[in-house]
């Protein structure tokens, strides 16, 4: 079946560092796979997409690269902002099935 | 906004009340979903309708009642609910292929008490 790991939380870094949250997941067949942002209070938004290997998914400044040979889609952003504190959340989705698969979040606290 | 519109966005209510919540989506999307998300545990995907026909119903008690009368509304009908069903209920919208993700509602923070 399909799964997906994410780096356990919290993660707490001052305004203007780099960001690295890391992703693994197994799957059946070749995946999609996704980044999804949840600010506090509010639902799920898209943030990035990959949907095939070596792809590069960008949005607001995060990138995250599809490595079909590590099986990761790690999220990273060279410099973060307060205002991107947030719960994130790995996801894959594989072949005609329309159902997500997501990892356990990781929230980011981001400090001044 | 999204493109999915969860009213209320904030409900209390008894145990011995019924209630429901509301999702709304002109995307054009041939799958929605209903999704629960606790304190500190991870999604957990109740319901999943595709062209209005539930496919899948991850083991939910009885009380969380769904219902998709068309293609762009879905319901989630409660009643003599429990304490720990407080949560936020998060609806989700698809198109049939699923490289295209989800679009999620703002959710339904619900307070059972």
């Not at chain 1, 990035?48 to 607001?60: F, I």
């Not at chain 2, 609806?91 to 999620?104: D, L, M, R």
């Amino acid at each position: 079946g399909n799964s997906v790991t994410q780096m356990e939380g919290p993660v707490t870094l001052s305004e203007e560092a780099f960001l690295t949250i890391n992703c693994t997941y197994t799957a059946t067949g070749y995946p999609s796979l996704f980044w999804y942002v949840q600010y506090p209070g509010e639902g799920l938004q898209l943030l990035l997409k990959a949907t095939k290997a070596d792809d590069k998914g960008s949005n607001k400044g995060f990138e995250a690269t599809y490595r079909k040979e590590t099986t990761s889609f790690h999220l990273e952003k060279g410099s973060v902002q307060v205002s991107d504190s947030a719960v994130y959340f790995c996801a894959l989705v594989t072949g005609t099935a329309s159902k997500l698969t997501f990892g356990t979040g990781t929230r980011l606290q981001v400090m001044l | 906004e999204t493109g999915v519109t969860q009213t209320p966005r904030h409900l209390v209510m008894g145990m011995t009340n019924k209630k429901s919540l509301k999702c709304e989506q002109h995307l054009g999307h041939n799958a929605m979903y209903w999704y629960k998300q606790s304190a500190k545990k991870p999604l957990e995907l109740m319901f999943v309708y595709s062209l209005e026909e539930r496919v899948e119903n991850n083991s939910v008690p009885s009380r969380f009642s769904p219902e998709c009368p068309n293609s762009s509304h879905l319901f989630l009908h409660l009643h003599t609910l429990q304490p720990e069903d407080s949560a936020l209920y998060l609806c989700a919208s698809s198109q049939e292929e699923g490289s295209y993700g989800y679009t999620f509602g703002s959710g339904t923070r619900l307070t059972v008490v």
